[in-house]
């Protein structure tokens, strides 16, 4: 039963152009939310997160975006650049729960970003 | 630099034998966690420790067991008995009361030959 869902497992943008990458939850007790980035044979690292209280965080390039009532968060990266071409998870967590605070993540989506 | 290392980066196993990931953290976090991904699959979470000489099975514990005797450290034994060891294995930490993520290592391939 998955938790964390991102429906694409890959993506492939021109430069210069917006890269949209989605993500679905289940879980409504969740309320922290978080992207890494992570390159082959390398281990992921923290991009962007938000809070439930929130619905958009920005950070240079990167925004990401939590609709609530549809259990849905999304990574906007304007302007696309080959550098972010590398596999995207979406993170969640809840500090109540049988979870503990662990963070549940997604499969990923695989975004190519083309010269 | 606080950070938090895996060693080896790659590791050849033969079958049937058990093997150790090593994984050492310097940034003073109470919580440690191993993770496996496969293509395709994400980050599943093995085993995870949120105090010293306390850890707690993930979502795919069988086949593996850890020890969390030192803050710093919490290595990861692949036993014979895990069917499908070949995988890409992450070590993570984070501070307890989780708000900032985690921090990962760089990871350990483990191929069986």
């Known amino acids: 039963d998955q938790q964390v869902k991102q429906n694409s497992p890959s993506l492939s943008v021109q430069e210069g152009r917006i890269s949209i990458l989605n993500c679905d939850y289940t879980n409504s007790m969740f309320d922290y939310f978080l992207w890494y980035k992570k390159y082959p044979a390398e281990g992921p690292t923290f991009l962007i997160s938000?809070?439930?209280?929130?619905d958009k965080n920005e950070d240079g390039r990167f925004t990401v975006f939590l609709n609530k009532s549809a259990k849905h968060l999304s990574l906007h990266i304007v302007p696309s650049q080959p550098g972010d071409s590398a596999v995207y998870f979406c993170?969640?967590?809840?500090?109540?729960?049988?979870?503990?605070?662990?963070?549940?993540f997604g499969k990923g989506t695989k975004l190519s970003v083309k010269p | 630099d606080g950070g938090i290392t895996q060693s080896p980066k790659y590791l050849f196993r033969k079958e049937g034998q058990n093997v150790t990931l090593s994984c050492e953290q310097n940034l003073n976090h109470d919580a440690m966690y191993w993770y496996r991904q496969d293509p395709g699959q994400g980050l599943r979470l093995i085993y995870y420790s949120q105090i010293v000489n306390d850890f707690q099975k993930g979502d795919i514990a069988e086949g593996y067991s850890v020890s969390r005797e030192k803050k710093e450290s919490f290595p990861l034994t692949v036993t014979s008995a895990q069917k499908n060891p070949t995988a890409f294995y992450l070590c993570?930490?984070?501070?307890?009361?989780?708000?900032?993520?985690?921090?990962f290592g760089s990871g350990t391939r483990l191929t069986v030959v």
């Open positions: 993170a969640a967590s809840s500090n109540y729960g049988g979870s503990q605070g662990n963070l549940i």
């Open positions: 993570a930490s984070s501070r307890t009361g989780l708000t900032h993520g985690y921090t």
């Open positions: 938000i809070s439930s209280i929130k």
